[in-house]
């Protein structure tokens, strides 16, 4: 090989990306109704977290593979991230390869986004190693074809969302700064909830799980308009009815967190994973020793803050 020439092994190595794929928290999730089109119409305000998985994305000639270190997760065309791929293929034309390794740290069947934010990060990869053939709204509009979660991470900070989780809108400087880098703690039984599962309950029990359009705006604009409103005042989940109906060791926990330690908690998307707003002098072992206590060695926990 000439002196200076870069091998095809390294140039592969050179253009491969790692990226962030975060979890999310649902701080308010209002459920407002059943669309024609079987989806769900909501209102909820979303945060990533500095927490989550990681997606590596190299090139190759043609094609779609994955790898994955977290037994169970598939790896054919059901997984979020190929179907990602072949949208975007789809969308921009671009007849080049990808294959992607995803290092799992986000808990399946969680409410945490993990799916839609390693989707969202193959799209963010491809669309680089494709020489940006998509714009903003171009990779906003792919997205939403691929997950209603996914059009969320394309930001990077806490939004708005609305329709079926498409319609997006950054939240405004002065409530982003009352809930930017602020520590959460994550936690999870060992036991998860499917989605389908969860909003086919809501269905069966409509219309008492549903929240009304105005009444959901009225409350988010009530925390919007007043300044220095905490995320505290904030919290709601509409899904929460449904799971704890069926799985009591949530609500269980969340009060007891909020009985003895004085947080504020409650569950994520359609759970089964939970989060408490954590004060800056807490001590959160204690907090990772009662849930434990109480939920054994199968609970997840993990510390981190709002992105």
């Not at 407002?32 to 769900?40: F, I, V």
């Not at 060992?190 to 009225?218: C, H, N, Q």
Request: a neutral charge.
């Amino acid at each position: 090989m000439a002196c200076g020439a870069v091998s095809r092994e390294d140039a592969r190595r050179l253009s491969t990306l790692n990226l962030q794929a975060p979890a999310k928290i649902n701080l308010f999730l209002a459920i407002t109704g059943r669309r024609t089109d079987s989806y769900h119409d909501l209102l909820s305000v979303a945060a990533p977290l500095l927490w989550g998985d990681s997606l590596e994305v190299g090139p190759r000639e043609r094609g779609f593979t994955l790898s994955c270190d977290s037994p169970g997760i598939p790896a054919d065309d059901s997984n979020l991230v190929i179907k990602a791929a072949n949208a975007f293929a789809a969308a921009t034309g671009w007849t080049g390869g990808a294959h992607f390794d995803l290092r799992k740290k986000i808990p399946a069947g969680s409410g945490l986004g993990g799916a839609s934010s390693n989707a969202t990060a193959a799209l963010k990869g491809l669309n680089t190693l494709a020489g940006e053939p998509l714009d903003g709204p171009g990779l906003a509009r792919v997205a939403a074809t691929v997950g209603s979660d996914c059009a969320l991470f394309l930001s990077g900070t806490p939004v708005v969302m609305r329709g079926r989780g498409e319609r997006i809108e950054p939240l405004a400087k002065e409530p982003y700064s009352r809930i930017r880098g602020m520590r959460i703690m994550v936690f999870k039984p060992g036991f998860s909830i499917l989605t389908p599962w969860a909003y086919s309950r809501l269905v069966a029990d409509a219309p008492r799980g549903y929240v009304t359009p105005g009444r959901a705006e009225a409350r988010l604009a009530d925390w919007l308009d007043h300044a220095g409103s905490s995320g505290d005042n904030l919290l709601f989940n509409s899904m929460e009815r449904p799971a704890f109906a069926k799985y009591p060791a949530l609500p269980a926990m969340i009060e007891h967190l909020q009985n003895r330690f004085g947080v504020s908690a409650r569950m994520s998307g359609s759970g089964s994973a939970c989060f408490a707003l954590l004060h800056e002098d807490m001590a959160a072992a204690q907090i990772e020793s009662a849930i434990r206590e109480a939920w054994g060695p199968s609970a997840f926990m993990i510390e981190t803050r709002i992105a």
